[in-house]
């Protein structure tokens, strides 16, 4: 168990349809990480957190949106869902997010189906 | 970014080591080899991370060369639980984001 908690586990939903994956990071990490996997991409880093405040980007469609409230949980926003957006979605923390040594601890992960 | 390259696959026995060898030819002064593990519908797992000769810990050792070129993750005394995907990052810049290659797939066989 990383100590990084997602919900919900799995999620089903329609084209065009918007959804909200959540995240809870490690007691005391201030950073939080969004990672998509899907069978033809591999793993993507999709947008970084860092005490509230965005501080990376990566191939994050426009359609996606995340934030980090105060109590550092975070939510990703997925919205007019398409059907190559069914993956693994990823959140990891880690204690700073501001050093190359700095180590990303894993949730479960979300499955989301798009029908 | 330095890109890396591993092996797509492997196949190993139970009490055997195992040696997955990752290439990262344009690695910078500044930054870090980092291995992760992942297993089928499950979030990567934290092996180890060096920055060069060899590093130790309870689950493996990390060997780099002078040169950094390259890095060996070494598995001693493979069980059936170690099949897994094996990912070996790069870790570049300030923000720590983790650039994922494919992976080696490791299987172990009774």
């Known amino acids: 168990d990383s100590g990084v908690t997602q919900t919900p586990k799995h999620l089903i939903t329609a084209t065009g349809q918007r959804v909200t994956l959540r995240c809870s990071p490690r007691?005391?990490?201030?950073?939080v990480y969004w990672y998509q996997q899907s069978l033809d991409q591999g793993l993507q880093f999709l947008i970084q957190?860092?005490?509230?405040?965005?501080?990376a980007k990566g191939n994050i469609l426009e359609r996606f949106s995340a934030q980090q409230f105060p109590d550092l949980h975070s939510e990703l926003n997925l919205s007019s869902l398409e059907l190559g957006d069914s993956a693994l979605y990823f959140c990891?923390?880690?204690?700073?997010?501001?050093?190359?040594?700095?180590?990303?601890?894993f949730g479960p992960g979300t499955r989301l189906t798009v029908l | 970014l330095a890109k890396t390259t591993q092996p797509i696959s492997m196949d190993s026995y139970e009490g055997q080591e195992v040696n997955i060898t990752c290439s990262h030819n344009n690695i910078a002064t500044n930054d870090y080899i980092t291995w992760y593990q992942q297993f089928p519908s499950q979030g990567p797992r934290f092996i180890i991370q060096?920055?060069?000769t060899k590093v130790t810990n309870e689950v493996a050792s990390l060997f780099i060369p002078a040169d950094r070129k390259s890095s060996t993750l070494s598995l001693p005394r493979v069980s059936l639980s170690d099949t897994a995907v094996y990912y070996c990052l790069v870790l570049s810049g300030g923000y720590n984001k983790l650039i994922f290659g494919a992976g080696t797939r490791l299987a172990v066989h009774p």
């Open positions: 007691s005391g990490d201030l950073s």
């Open positions: 060096g920055y060069k």
């Open positions: 957190y860092y005490n509230g405040e965005e501080r």
């Open positions: 990891a923390s880690s204690a700073r997010g501001t050093s190359g040594t700095d180590t990303q601890y």
